[in-house]
């Protein structure tokens, strides 16, 4: 079943990177939206992808690759299904949000330069500041913000994550 | 802005009033009085950057400006050596050592390298910031150039370079800040991407971060090998610059010095690339004059002299293979003459001969190695030396240059006419075959031989030229940006010519990609390598190509007459589409039994505008509906070299051309199904 | 429904104000409350509402006002969840869901205060309660102008809007008033940008108005990357009504038929309110073709950023949204000459555009009432750090540092020492307590070397390492520099490694100096406004903080106890009792010793990881963070 899934999701995927480029008019002067409408379908930037969009655009792929690799928004390696995005602005700096990394990373167990787990459950990464300088140190996942996090409030919410991507699969 | 109310628009610099005559920018304003601002990335004729921040000047009441991009303004109070300016240019250069690989003794560029000459002009004398901490793997690709990004500064000057003249945009920038490269998509090599390899990069490039692939050892190795018959033949447009690199001034022809040096290297023969070039105007104007007169292909024709155009063409203008001369560059004639006929001439044998050619350009080493320039597995033009090379290994023969005596050419081959020399500059292809068909289609005699209307810097040249009662249009154009657009305008039909010469390189191959790094006044450089060939013309006794002697020889012994068989075959080529991507696949759904059938669609340019999209859809569709989903991969590839049939599919090993939605079901049945159905 | 005559938007405002003014609870659900669960205070007093068995006036229950009405960020982000009654202005902090109840039963049917809940303050034995909103400290100094509905109506409610007089600027301007007139009043009000650097906003108009050509934009700068400023996120969230009739107010100005706002992808739910505000506005016709039944047209778009600091400086921001690599260029051309897509465009930032509908409303006299005689109006600053009050704050410019800190802010958390206020994010500088009485104006803070910046104003203690917060700031404009010239992509590279030497305990004097060259070479010589402030913290700290920086460079000593590498852990051979639990815990196997003889750490191999010290069961470990500098250099 798992397998039928996987070929679904490759044909509906290369779909909608099509039903992107035609709402965008395969105008480069959108590209920018087009990637992120292709990451938020594939997850990451697939080079042969972005060589697609580069012929659709009628733009030269280096061009497509220049801008990919940019901004800190896009990926050109497969992310977890969950980002989690500890900010590191000035106000949750001074409140230890390297800390907050540390604890985040160990829970999930990455190591070295690993920002992704084997899984492909979750990615970690850090972010200039998401606003919550209130809340600092605070971390989002996906979208949603927590703040004034501790090692305590941290084990707790990734082992809730855990529990619930575990119970989803069964 | 009102300007007009100031009597005098003058500005100052350095203590210095000086008028201002509409200059674009500060820096051309102090070119003019001679007041050398340093610069990386500025180039007149690249759009303004503004990153090296080498030429910042100090503006009074405005801190310091980049003198490229700061417009001129009358009352301008300019400084280019403040303290302040000196101490922030010094730092910078700093910055930039800091980061590049400093092996400067052994350095491709040692000598003749901007980012060195600046460094030691500047003064500085150390580099504080310690030495760069990761070496990465240069690009050594491809046969013309080589990258190494361990010394690149990130000028963007290739950038530009390939975007702007060539409009191709090989190369972009990637990642930021300090990470930041400027280099191909996904880091690919050269190879892998649609370089042409025109070198007009390299030509740029302040360091060594993108140089000439050099032969020189390679050279050196034949020329000495007593076993060996090694048989030069010298372009046109490397006569006028090598003379540059001895402190000869630009221009001046050095023919007869190039020779002498050739000869005492130990070259067997050093045979002139005119003479070929005179050979290349009989034959491609002969196929000309059929397709004028209907008898041959499409018009218009484009010349194929330039392998960088060709190999341009045949990746992006499938409909337009059939219309390039099938006539080989005159280096590959050359090439044929010498493995086909200096053999007989000199009664060596093939495998002891070595052809050697010595040219402007960096892709006639792509074009050299193409196999149809093989016969029996054996090139017909062994080596490929830039002038670049054939400079050092002058230098490395310990020969002094400037005090050579000149000697001519040897013969039979060494004597090429006026016409064939032009070929170094825009235009003279053009302007060689119109002294050719004058004479061959009215049966006149040509008296003005000079044909100003394709002469001149301007990269689209358009003339009308009658000739036998016939209008010719013809149009001259160089730079591949131009070439796109002046070929979008021929097919929208907003321009109609019958004969067009195409050069990738600005001014033709006197700015080829192997000349002399034409720095610092590149437009005065250009302008006297091109009026050294137009002297040259003027000075040949013979001006056209039918008046060589060599070519009554080379038809009477061998060839018959151009276009006849035998010239076909060892003159002639054929082009193919080539794709410009290298293999990638887009998976788009996989087959899950072993028994299957692999489908790719093209979705490389050509086939993606023809629609080739819906034809993914509608194999999707089919494959759903005949329940064979779980035995048939479907997936988008990049090219199959066959666009100008396409869309494209490829099934299994197979390739069908043509596929369109109202043929797609029979095409599936018959060719998916049936394979389906036998294993 | 669209309004084609002013008189028509006129009429419908009255009617709105006719509406019975009932209690209504505004629950705050900006960015801070709701991490702190505010949804489900909302949610609890929906349920509540719909219940309907309290006693609570059936005319606060009417249907086109949602009440309890969820609202962007009210400022006090500190005491959040935040909850606020009207008509009183009571205010309610720290709601849990389960206070809803009580509120309700209480505060809106009784009308009684619910003590717990509101704004306390200890002074010794006397307690101090504040129950209404204006009399908290922390508002008691604030001018709302730029925040005057944040917090005070439904952000997805275009009547809320216009029940507050919104896009009576807009009418008044399109029908009454020429360009020129609108570009004077603005340039009368002084109105300044509140992006960065401060540019006189009626000026840059003028530039872009004078310009000849087919096509002019407003681009809104929403993507507010100062790591420690919230406040364009806030408006945004909180009002975007008021940001897209700033913008259309600039887009009548400049005679642009097309606006931009480029937010940040990072900031979702302000995404979505701009859309959906453009989409209301379009609606009602405020935006769209032939506005007010005048000749102006005018739409907006919004583009959202994909995570690049650099895209704060107007031509970086420029090429992103043509889609490309957000590199800045050269100036000039300025964006007022040639701009998006090559044709003249303004570019202003959130805050600075929310204020240009109050001041056409009210008039230049009224926006110059407030503030200093150069700065006038306000400044809205997120105040974050160690700082008790943390949140959103709009003061009149000229308030001093020490008002901002220590009664807006409500002073250092903990009652520590203060140490020194960041201001301006890392394009800005650090001041110290001499500087507490400068006032916040944009002159007076450029003199002292900080800049006012998008306003994040971080607040530090003692317990701030100022070398560390540099090297922080240094590593962000490293990480955010777009690598396009090399004073910024190479100089602040350098700059970094020589902090983190400094922070590791490996630096000497000479690469101090060499820091404050390249310091000075990187502001004098980069392209853009990125590279030309990123040494201003380096600088200022080196400024005023030389000290601290000597201490870590000659002493190998961090005075706040912040730099790992200054820390020593040491075994107290009086208490150790030699059980060797640290050794065996040590990672890297520094600690050695004998039975019954006390454990020595090797300090050259100690990577200082602190297990050590963790696990041992008689506290023989201790921490030591000062090394004798004689010793150091001896070794």
């Known amino acids: 079943m798992a397998v039928a899934n996987e070929e679904t999701v490759l044909s509906r995927r290369f779909e909608k990177v099509n039903t992107v480029l035609e709402k965008y008019g395969r105008n480069p002067l959108n590209l920018i939206q087009v990637l992120q409408e292709v990451q938020a379908e594939y997850r990451y930037l697939p080079e042969e992808i972005l060589t697609y969009v580069a012929t659709a655009l009628g733009i030269s792929p280096s061009f497509v690759y220049g801008v990919a690799t940019f901004y800190a928004q896009f990926s050109l390696e497969p992310k977890g299904k969950h980002i989690i995005r500890v900010c590191d602005g000035t106000a949750c700096h001074v409140r230890g949000s390297m800390k907050v990394l540390e604890v985040v990373r160990e829970q999930l167990g990455l190591r070295g330069e690993d920002i992704t787990t084997p899984d492909l459950l979750f990615t970690v990464e850090t972010v200039a500041c998401i606003g919550a300088c209130a809340l600092a140190p605070a971390l989002m996942v996906d979208e949603e913000v927590y703040g004034q996090m501790d090692q305590e409030k941290i084990e707790n919410l990734i082992e809730e994550m855990i529990e619930k991507e575990k119970g989803g699969d069964q | 802005m009102n300007n007009r109310v100031h009597e005098k628009k003058a500005l100052t610099i350095d203590g210095q009033e000086v008028a201002l005559q509409n200059e674009k920018n500060i820096l051309e304003v102090a070119k003019r009085v001679k007041v050398d601002i340093p610069t990386f990335c500025y180039h007149s004729e690249l759009s303004v950057y503004g990153a090296c921040r080498m030429c910042l000047v100090e503006v009074e009441g405005r801190g310091l400006m980049p003198a490229c991009s700061t417009p001129p303004e009358a009352g301008m109070v300019i400084r280019t050596n403040s303290p302040r300016i000196l101490r922030a240019r010094k730092m910078n250069l700093e910055l930039y050592l800091a980061n590049h690989n400093r092996d400067c003794t052994t350095c491709e560029r040692n000598l003749n390298c901007r980012l060195q000459e600046m460094s030691s002009r500047m003064g500085v004398d150390e580099v504080r910031f310690g030495e760069r901490e990761h070496m990465v793997p240069q690009d050594r690709s491809n046969y013309s150039l080589v990258r190494d990004p361990n010394k690149c500064i990130l000028c963007g000057d290739c950038v530009r370079t390939c975007q702007e003249i060539e409009g191709i945009g090989i190369y972009d920038f990637s990642r930021r800040g300090s990470r930041a490269l400027a280099e191909p998509a996904f880091g690919k090599d050269l190879s892998e991407v649609e370089c042409v390899f025109c070198g007009q990069c390299s030509l740029r490039c302040p360091t060594a971060a993108i140089v000439v692939r050099s032969e020189v050892e390679e050279a050196w190795e034949k020329v000495l090998d007593p076993e060996k018959f090694v048989v ?155 002038a670049q090379e054939i400079i050092k290994m002058i230098k490395q023969a310990n020969v002094d240059f400037r005090e050579l005596d000149p000697i001519p050419f040897d013969v039979p081959l060494g004597l090429g006419t006026g016409a064939g020399v032009l070929y170094g500059v825009t235009g003279g292809v053009t302007e060689a075959v119109l002294r050719y068909a004058h004479e061959k289609l009215t049966g006149e005699k040509l008296t003005e031989v000079e044909f100003s209307a394709v002469r001149g810097e301007k990269y689209l040249r358009e003339a009308e030229v009658e000739i036998a009662g016939r209008k010719v249009r013809v149009a001259v154009v160089f730079g591949l940006a131009n070439v796109q657009q002046l070929i979008k305008e021929i097919r929208e039909g907003k321009r109609t010519y019958d004969f067009v010469e195409v050069m990738n390189c600005p001014q033709g191959c006197i700015g080829g990609g192997g000349m002399p790094l034409a720095y610092p006044d590149r437009e005065e450089i250009m302008k006297r390598r091109a009026h050294g060939l137009y002297s040259a013309d003027r000075l040949s006794s013979l001006r056209k190509a039918q008046d060589n002697p060599a070519m009554k020889l080379l038809y009477e012994k061998w060839l018959q007459e151009p276009n006849s068989d035998i010239a076909e075959r060892f003159l002639h080529t054929g082009y193919r589409s080539r794709k410009r991507i290298t293999d990638e696949v887009i998976r788009i759904q996989e087959a899950k039994e072993s028994q299957k059938v692999d489908i790719a669609v093209c979705v490389g340019t050509s086939c993606y505008l023809k629609g080739s999209y819906s034809i993914l859809q509608g194999l999707l569709e089919l494959a759903r509906e005949h329940g064979v989903e779980d035995r048939v991969s479907i997936g988008a590839t990049f090219c199959l070299e066959r666009c100008a049939e396409g869309p494209n599919i490829r099934i299994n090993e197979d390739i069908v051309t043509g596929v369109e939605e109202h043929n797609l079901r029979e095409i599936f049945e018959k060719a998916v199904m049936s394979k389906l159905a036998s294993v | 429904m669209p309004f084609t005559t002013k008189a028509a938007l006129e009429s419908h405002i009255e009617q709105l104000k006719k509406r019975p003014q009932g209690s209504r609870i505004f629950v705050c659900c900006g960015l801070g409350c709701l991490a702190k669960n505010s949804r489900k205070v909302y949610e609890r007093f929906v349920e509540l509402v719909k219940e309907g068995h309290f006693q609570v006036q059936v005319d606060t229950l009417e249907e086109e006002r949602s009440n309890p009405a969820p609202t962007g960020c009210m400022g006090l982000c500190e005491a959040g969840p935040l909850v606020m009654i009207e008509p009183q202005g009571i205010l309610y902090l720290r709601v849990k869901p389960e206070d809803a109840e009580k509120i309700m039963e209480r505060t809106l049917g009784k009308g009684e205060v619910i003590e717990d809940l ?52 807009l009418a008044q301007a399109v029908t009454g008033m020429t360009p020129d007139e609108v570009i004077g009043m603005i340039t009368k009000s002084g109105l300044r940008g509140r992006g960065g650097g401060g540019f006189p906003t009626g000026r840059k108009w003028q530039f872009a108005r004078v310009v000849k050509s087919d096509r002019k934009y407003v681009i809104c700068n929403a993507d507010e990357g100062d790591p420690g400023a919230f406040m364009d996120r806030s408006v945004a969230e909180g009002d975007p009504h008021s940001v897209l009739e700033g913008i259309a107010l600039a887009g009548y100005a400049i005679g642009a038929r097309e606006g931009y706002i480029y937010v940040r992808a990072e900031y979702p739910l302000a995404v979505r309110r701009l859309k ?33 600091f650099v895209c704060g400086e107007e031509t970086a921001l420029i090429a992103s949204i043509e889609g490309k690599r957000g590199m800045p260029n050269p100036r000039p051309p300025f964006p007022a000459h040639r701009g998006l897509f090559g044709k003249p465009t303004i570019i202003n930032n959130v805050e600075t555009l929310a204020n240009v509908p109050a001041i056409i409303h009210r008039g230049a006299e009224w926006f110059r009432g407030f503030g200093t005689l150069n700065s006038p109006g306000t400044k809205t600053f997120a105040l974050s750090g160690r700082i008790e009050n943390t949140g959103l704050a709009e003061v009149p410019m000229g308030i001093t540092l020490r008002e901002l800190v220590f009664e807006v802010g409500g002073g250092i958390q903990g009652g520590k020492q203060f140490k020194a206020v960041q201001i301006g994010g890392p394009s800005g500088g650090c001041l110290t307590e001499q500087h507490l009485d400068l006032t916040v104006d944009y002159d007076s803070l450029c003199s002292a070397g900080a800049i006012m910046g998008s306003g994040g104003l971080v607040v530090l203690d003692v317990d701030t390492c100022i070398v560390e917060l540099a090297r922080f700031f240094m590593s962000f404009t490293q990480d955010e520099s777009c690598g396009k010239c090399v004073p910024c992509r190479e100089g602040t590279k350098h700059m970094l490694k020589i902090l983190q030497n400094i922070v590791d305990g490996r630096s000497k004097l000479d690469e101090m100096a060499l820091l404050e060259e390249a310091a000075q070479v990187v502001k004098d010589a980069s392209l853009c406004g990125l590279g030309k402030t990123a040494p201003n913290p380096v600088l200022t700290t080196l400024q005023y903080f030389k000290d601290e920086y000597i201490a870590h460079v000659l002493d190998k000593v961090c005075p706040a106890h912040v730099c790992v590498s200054m820390k020593e852990y040491l075994i107290d051979p009086e208490k150790c009792k030699a059980c060797g639990k640290c050794a065996r815990v040590c990672p890297v196997d520094c600690i050695a010793g004998r039975p019954k003889v006390p454990y020595v750490i090797d300090q050259e191999k100690c990577i200082k990881c602190g297990s050590c010290f963790e696990v041992c069961p008689f506290d023989a470990v201790m921490v030591d963070w000062r090394k004798r500098s004689d010793e150091q250099q001896s070794a």
């Open chain 2, 232 to 386: 030069a033949q010298i372009a046109p447009a490397v006569r006028v610059a090598v003379g540059e690199a001895f402190n000869l001034p630009p221009g001046e022809i050095t023919t007869g010095k190039i020779v002498a040096a050739l000869k005492k290297i130990g070259f067997d023969r050093v045979y002139d690339t005119s003479v070929s070039a005179d050979l290349t105007t009989l034959e491609e104007s002969e196929e000309f004059f059929r397709r004028l007169t209907g008898k041959g292909g499409p018009l218009p024709h484009f010349t194929s002299c330039c392998p960088s155009w060709v190999l341009y063409a045949e990746r992006n203008y499938p409909f337009y293979l059939k219309n390039l001369s099938s006539a080989r560059s005159p280096q590959q004639m050359f090439g044929s003459v010498i493995k086909n006929f200096v053999t007989q001439l000199e009664d060596v044998p093939p495998e002891k001969i070595v052809s050697i050619s010595i040219m402007p350009c960096t892709s006639k080493k792509f074009e050299a190695r193409r196999p149809e320039f093989y016969q029996d597995e054996r090139a017909d033009v062994d080596i490929v030396m830039t």
């Open chain 3, 118 to 169: 509101v704004y306390t303050e200890n002074r010794g034995e006397e307690v101090q309660r504040w129950p209404l909103m204006k009399d908290v400290p922390f508002y008691r100094k604030q001018e709302k102008i730029v925040l005057r509905n944040c917090g005070c109506i439904d952000p997805e409610s275009l009547d809320e809007y216009l029940e507050q007089d919104g896009y009576l600027a």
């Open chain 3, 276 to 308: 959906k505000a453009i989409q209301d506005a379009q609606d009602a016709g405020f935006l769209g073709t032939h506005i007010m039944g005048s000749g102006f047209s005018f739409d907006v778009k919004v583009k959202e950023g994909a995570g690049a």
